[in-house]
T-cell receptor, first 116, second 117 residues
Framework: GAVVSQHPSRVICKSGTSVKIECRSL??????MFWYRQFPKQSLMLMAT?????????EQGVEKDKFLINHASLTLSTLTVTSAHPEDSSFYIC????????????FGPGTRLTVT | AQSVTQLGSHVSVSEGALVLLRCNYS??????LFWYVQYPNQGLQLLLK??????LVKGINGFEAEFKKSETSFHLTKPSAHMSDAAEYFC???????????????FGAGTRLAVHP
């Protein structure tokens, strides 16, 4: 149980275009989903937290107009990188929690974004 | 604010040797502590967690960790390393109480474990 998927696993896009990454909870309803960014050989940095049906909460320094997060249902959250630039190239990982009071997060396999 | 410090960004051991990955945390409330493993180009897999109760926690793949409040530590150990243990390991802390709508996970910088024959 508690499986989280991400799609696509890898994506290459041209500078200036937008790309959408999906995060799905396959066997549970995710009241909260988290989006992380990981640079090579570095730790995970929380970008934002999304609760189903409400606006995402962004961490300090994360541009909310650039990284659009939508959590339209209890099993799906999307991260859209708008007007992507090469510096946005990174590994993006989502996680999900099945209850508001839960402390454990279940992680997706990650999406490798390369902007050329 | 909570924080996690992992001592040693790289650890190298021989196959069959003891694995010790160090993690110290700071938290103003009783912490929930986690160890995750990450293989190349993959997401994070939970190895083990401490919430309450027994301070020695056993996880998957033969790993265990001990919560030592007096030392604010949660070191990860495995008696005998296997080649397949080579990966990146992250220690993380979360608040022990629910507040403000969500709990964040604060990650350490990670420790890359290499296992050589």
């Amino acid at each position: 149980g508690a499986v989280v998927s991400q799609h696509p696993s890898r994506v290459i896009c041209k500078s200036g275009t937008s790309v959408k990454i999906e995060c799905r909870s396959l066997d549970f309803q995710a009241t909260t989903m988290f989006w992380y960014r990981q640079f090579p050989k570095q730790s995970l940095m929380l970008m934002a937290t999304s609760n189903e049906g409400s606006k995402a909460t962004y961490e300090q320094g994360v541009e909310k107009d650039k990284f659009l997060i939508n959590h339209a249902s209890l099993t799906l959250s999307t991260l859209t990188v708008t007007s992507a630039h090469p510096e946005d190239s990174s590994f993006y990982i989502c996680s999900a929690r099945d209850r508001p009071s839960a402390y454990e997060q279940y992680f997706g396999p990650g999406t490798r974004l390369t902007v050329t | 604010a909570q924080s996690v410090t992992q001592l040693g960004s790289h650890v190298s051991v021989s196959e069959g040797a003891l694995v010790l990955l160090r993690c110290n945390y700071s938290s103003s409330v009783p912490p929930y502590l986690f160890w995750y493993v990450q293989y190349p180009n993959q997401g994070l897999q939970l190895l083990l967690k401490y919430t309450t109760g027994a301070t020695l926690v056993k996880g998957i793949n033969g790993f265990e960790a001990e919560f030592k409040k007096s030392e604010t530590s949660f070191h990860l150990t495995k008696p005998s390393a296997h080649m397949s243990d080579a990966a990146e390991y992250f220690c993380a802390v979360s608040e022990g109480t629910f507040s403000g709508g969500y709990n964040k996970l604060i990650f350490g910088a990670g420790t890359r474990l290499a296992v050589h024959p």
